[in-house]
């Protein structure tokens, strides 16, 4: 079954089961003309992605008081569509940890024969559902549980012996003055993925555009092009253009 039929079918049961208010496994097998086994592992997957709720034999809508909607969910697609502008296919491309960076993972199933490292998992489970299967690297290291994701010596040298033509980094701020700064600590693979790109995008929301926080990232000649959203004032858009800084603005929908 391809990954195609596979999101297909889920997306059909999943409409099923909200209009209806619940199915059983035996009728949504008989109708997808599927296993038990497939239906159940289909609905075992929707639950894990906070779709619905499996109940004994079957499967539930998600209760509405369950369902919270992201705020900013709309704000990070965004930057990641205008990320995605930048790649063109057959690109070498590494991906930083971060909730704005995974935006970016579902407009890549849009690119043909691109080659990805990333040291979160996060990150990493997205592109295996990607129907174009780019192909995927892992830079391996420390475990940090709190980021979910790889850091540490180890990482940086498997890092190192790539080069890529871009690599995506999100920030917790960026410093007016310093650059893009952030609340982790561990901000040496960060900036081998700077080193080892011949373009840098970091992508931030405008909200964080000004704000100041002790962990300096990288510093303005670390990277070329800033991905954030129309929220931007123009005057701090004109300040960072006066840097050379490329700003690209997202339009929020």
């Known amino acids: 079954m391809s990954k195609r039929n596979t999101q297909q079918r889920r997306h059909q049961i999943l409409n099923q089961i909200n ?3 619940e199915a059983s496994v035996e009728e949504l097998a008989r109708q997808f003309e599927t296993s038990e086994v497939t239906i159940r592992k289909d609905l075992a997957a929707m639950e894990d992605s906070g779709l619905l709720l499996r109940r004994h034999g079957g499967a539930i809508p998600l209760p509405r008081e369950l369902v919270v909607e992201d705020p900013l969910s709309q704000t990070k697609r965004a930057i990641g569509r205008a990320a995605a502008e930048l790649i063109r296919d057959h690109n070498r491309i590494v991906i ?3 909730r704005t960076t995974t935006g970016l993972i579902p407009e890549l199933d849009k690119k043909r024969g691109l080659v990805v490292m990333t040291n979160s998992l996060h990150v990493a489970n997205q592109l295996r559902e990607l129907e174009n299967e780019p192909t995927l690297l892992m830079t391996g290291g420390t475990w940090d549980p709190h980021f979910e994701a790889f850091q540490g010596q180890v990482a940086e040298q ?5 080069d890529f ?12 003055e310093r650059g893009t700064c952030t609340f982790n600590e561990q901000i040496g693979l960060s900036r081998v993925m700077a080193e080892v790109a011949r373009e840098v995008i ?3 929301e405008s909200s964080k555009v000004g704000r100041r926080i002790p962990n300096l990232e990288l510093s303005w000649e670390m990277f070329g092009t800033l991905v954030t959203d129309s929220g931007i004032e123009d005057k701090v858009c004109t300040q960072l253009e006066n840097r050379g800084l490329r700003v690209i603005c997202a339009e929020v929908n």
Not at 158 to 162: A, I, M, N, W
């Open 19 to 21: 209009d209806a208010g």
């Open 96 to 98: 930083d940890y971060g």
């Open 158 to 162: 498997v890092l190192r012996g790539y």
């Open 165 to 176: 033509d871009q690599a995506f980094i999100g920030a917790d701020g960026i410093d007016l």
């Open 202 to 204: 970091v992508m931030a």
